[in-house]
């Protein structure tokens, strides 16, 4: 017997029970299989865009296709042209490796299309946030009363610091910010959207390990005041993308308290470091800061998106974001009850935290610890590597599972500029043989290759093939071309 629910038509762009499991099999098989397959694949594929546009350039069709056939060629054509972050072997940028049970969430919040702008549109998601929220607050060493929410990323984790640290300052007009050199892009670009004109964010030189140089800092925040400018932020880095560098934070937290100032921390890169007894040793005087931006999906290995924002006083946050409309009045439910569109620029949210549960949930926080703890000795050892080799040299000492280095035999005698054409030549040999994905850096303006470990699956096998190949390439180069 049948009832009426069962006898309802379905809307064209449903599917039967049978066919979502057909498919959902499908996609879960194809995954598993790319994602056992990639220690024998490249760590990056890339294309033109002539062969791309032939390749995916058409009319959308009037009538569907084979949902099978459509997974399939997404899987296929699409999806893997792109720099594979999660394989054991990229090194490039800031790469990183999901949990399974991370991925399975965001299928999981994308099945139930959860909307977390309000508690009243999801109460158990928000609720979960909270206590995600506050592991976090845990582990940074932040007191009650301090908070903050998911994001998309650290890029709009800082976006949202900076409005609470021009409100909290008055929002002064001659408003002026401060960042080392070394400064991800992130934060001159959140800065200009919340309206410090260009000329006014000010790059702090750094020392030789480029850590912000705290008399360069003095001096610029004491010039702008005498000049009738208002500070409203300071920036540290805790692990420049750059470098891996940590800026002296327990210093910058002293002045900024002194000098009533904003204390913002960019820990997109390296802040769940602090899961580590290294990355807490470094990391010290983070929980000083006023607001931190941290990246779960670098260091704590979950899919893109989830970052995030801590704020010490989550009060202050929620002062400069709350707006209460007409039509949300029914999402007022009090003080205990928080509204997570109160407290950055996104009303309509996903539930990243869900990912964040489910991997600690499955794994425990002892897995999580050793995997931090193991890219970062991973960058030692390859430091050391690098100090025993008669062919490489170091650029600067590894910090935060970052090392940078480049191809300059001992007593070669060869000049900068050769140096620099023989490492640009090594590193393209790197990614053309799919040994691994390299990116390169200028420190001081040297060019340099820059190695960054982070995935939980990386061996010590991966990076001392990827430094011994890059020493057989730079010795064929030079051999090949000697002048």
Known sequence: MTTPMEDAPRSELQLSPERMHELASLASRLLIERIEGLPGEPAWRGGSRAELEALMREDPPEEGRPAEEVLERAVRDILPVAGRTDHPRFFAFVPSQPTWPGILADFLAAGHNTFQGTWLGASGPSQLEVVVIDWFRDWIGYPEGAGGLFTSGGSAASLDAFVAAREAAGAPEWATVYMSDQHHTALSRAARIVGIRPDRIRSVPTDDRFRMDLEALRTSVARDRADGYAPIAVCGNAGATNTGAVDPLVEIADFCEAEGIWMHVDAAYGGFAILSDEGRRLLRGIERADSIAMDAHKWLFQPFEAGCLMVKDVRKLEAAFSVHPEYLQDTQWGHDHPNFGDRGLQLSRSFRALKVWMSIQTFGMAAFRRAVASGIDLAHRAEAYVRDSANLE????????????????????????????????????????????????????????????????TTWEDVRGTLEAIERFGEEIVEGDPA
């Open 394 to 457: 170091i650029a600067n000492p590894a910090s935060l599972g970052v090392v940078c280095f480049r191809f300059n035999p001992r007593g070669s005698g060869l000049d900068d500029a050769r140096i620099e054409r023989i490492n640009e030549r090594v590193q393209a040999r790197v990614i053309e043989t799919a040994t691994a994905m390299m990116s390169s850096t200028r420190l001081r303006g040297r060019y340099s290759l820059r190695m960054c470990i982070l995935n939980h699956s």
